[in-house]
């Protein structure tokens, strides 16, 4: 039996590592400004806040993925996207790499491709939904970075088979 619905294995990790930073930051301001006697009011809410923003900033968005839909949750925000009637994908590479997915309705979503390499079961829905978007003829821009992906998820999985049975 398939499974409908499918989302980040990893983001609860990326959410605790988030907050842990975060107090990290928070307990050490705290304790620097106690250890030197200029701690009050004020500055105890600047840096809860600067803690606070840290933790906004590193909190990833919640990505999951059904048939036809990949979804994307932030704090304030949630952004859908029909996979099965794609538009356009785009792939920025670089420090922090994007990739933007569009479909027919104009909605959008950028996601980190990384989540899809480390979460096979994410890549394979996408996957089966932008064939269906090839062959639909809506997917007019972005087969390209769809294979590059597609490539990268390879190796990845070939090199994970071969550290695991100890031929690396």
Not at 17 to 37: C, N
Not at 68 to 89: C, E, N, P, Q, Y
Request: with cysteine; charged share 25%.
């Amino acid at each position: 039996m398939e499974r409908r619905f499918t989302q980040d294995t990893q983001w609860a990790g990326e959410r605790r590592s988030a907050i842990g930073v975060a107090f990290l930051l928070f307990t050490a301001l705290l304790s620097m400004d106690a250890g030197l006697g200029e701690l009050d009011v004020t500055r105890g809410v600047f840096w809860t806040g600067l803690a606070g923003l840290l933790f906004v900033i590193l909190l990833p968005p919640r990505i999951s993925v059904r048939p036809g839909r990949l979804s994307t949750r932030g704090l304030l925000v949630k952004d859908t996207v029909r996979t099965d009637a794609l538009v356009s994908v785009r792939w920025y590479d670089g420090v922090a790499q994007r990739m933007i997915l569009r479909d027919t309705e104009g909605c959008q979503v950028e996601i980190d491709p990384t989540v899809l390499v480390r979460n096979p079961l994410m890549w394979h829905r996408l996957d089966v939904d932008a064939r269906t978007s090839i062959q639909r003829g809506t997917l007019l821009s972005g087969t390209t970075a769809l294979r590059e992906l597609s490539e990268r998820i390879d190796r990845e999985t070939v090199h994970a088979v071969f550290k695991a049975s100890g031929l690396e």
